[in-house]
């Protein structure tokens, strides 16, 4: 197949690197020409586009089997996700109608369900976020199942959770940095998938996934954040980090969801199959990875 990766950063390299292996042939797109060498040496043709400018999108060489929108807003605020999720989208959208495209994949965010109850949440459950970027992507998504339905627009939704893998996840870097704290009671759950599994799942979408339906890209394992900083204390031999103060608390909490998402769907219509089913498997390779390369440097806190 014919395959575009716009949006090939972090979690996009991975999925292009996997295509490769598989024997298709992968262009990677970003928004600026910086790491072309990166995309290169993968075996990617490294192309360069701005997907908020419909006039650089008709440049690029079409067509393509298959599409992945995995663009990042690199945590803008409203008019960088209205801009770069929605506006892009409806681009992209526009660019490829015209073109035999047999699969357009784009990587929204489990941030579309604001559920703050601690309950279950499936691809069918409620879509209302408090938080305005989260609705600008439940609006992306909208675009996508309408041009699906009335289009014939091939398009499918994956639901991402927080993304981890070589060198990222948030939550792990703080607590190595200690610069992690410890929110509330530390009951909130916390979703995740390892960038490998996130690349599977993306593979797997592109082959197998119905037009206009939605998947939860997500791991087995939902956990409250002080079970994943107990587990990363006893396995790294370093203390738990502090509870946040009560002033830190009160700015963080609004809008704040906690829910457990599930990756049923994923797995039974998907016929995904996880590498690192849970943190603990996915963080004991990272945390091999850095011990190997000599790069895990545990600063014990003086208690
Ligand atoms: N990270 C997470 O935990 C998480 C959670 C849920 C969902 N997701 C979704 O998963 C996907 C992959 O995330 P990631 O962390 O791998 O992203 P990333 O590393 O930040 O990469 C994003 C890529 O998008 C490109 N890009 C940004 N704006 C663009 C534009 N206007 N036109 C063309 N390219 C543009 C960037 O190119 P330049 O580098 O040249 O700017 C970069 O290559 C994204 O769709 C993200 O929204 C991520």
């Not at 605020?77 to 035999?100: A, K, M």
């Not at 309950?119 to 989260?134: D, G, L, M």
């Not at 091939?154 to 200690?178: C, D, E, M, T």
């Not at 119905?210 to 939902?222: H, K, L, Q, S, T």
Request: with cysteine.
């Amino acid at each position: 197949m014919r395959v575009l990766i716009v949006g090939c950063g972090y979690a996009g390299l991975a999925v292009g690197l996997e295509l490769v292996k598989q024997g298709h042939e992968v262009s990677g797109l970003r928004r600026s020409a910086i790491g072309q060498d990166e995309l290169k040496d993968a075996g990617l043709q490294p192309l360069v586009a701005d997907i908020t400018k419909p006039e650089q999108l008709a440049r690029l060489p079409v067509p393509f089997d298959w599409v992945v929108n995995m663009v990042s807003s690199s945590k803008g605020g409203s008019e960088e996700y209205r801009e770069v999720y929605l506006q892009g989208t409806r681009n992209l959208i526009e660019w490829l109608t015209p073109t035999p495209l047999r699969k357009f994949v784009y990587t929204s965010s489990t941030s579309v369900y604001g559920q703050s109850d601690g309950s279950v949440v499936k691809e069918s459950s409620p879509t209302t976020p408090e938080s305005a970027t989260s609705r600008l992507l439940v609006e992306t998504e909208k675009l996508l199942v309408d041009a699906a339905r009335t289009n014939k627009f091939p398009s499918a939704i994956l639901r991402v959770a927080g993304i981890y893998g070589p060198g990222r996840g948030h939550l792990f870097q703080q607590y190595l940095k200690n610069e992690a704290r410890i929110a509330g009671q530390g009951q909130r759950l916390i979703n995740m998938i390892h960038r490998d599994d996130l690349s599977s799942a993306v593979i797997a979408a592109l082959k197998d996934a119905r037009p206009g339906e939605v998947y939860n890209a997500v791991d087995d394992e939902p956990v409250a954040q002080i079970h994943f900083f107990r587990w990363l204390s006893e396995t790294l031999g370093k203390n738990m980090p502090p509870f946040a103060s009560e002033a830190e608390n009160a700015t963080r909490k609004r809008g704040l969801t906690n829910k457990k998402v599930s990756n049923r769907r994923l797995r039974t219509e998907l016929g995904c199959t996880l590498k690192y089913p849970t943190f603990r498997q996915g963080y004991t390779a990272e945390i091999l990875r850095l011990d190997q390369a000599g790069l895990l440097e545990i600063e014990l806190e003086p208690r």
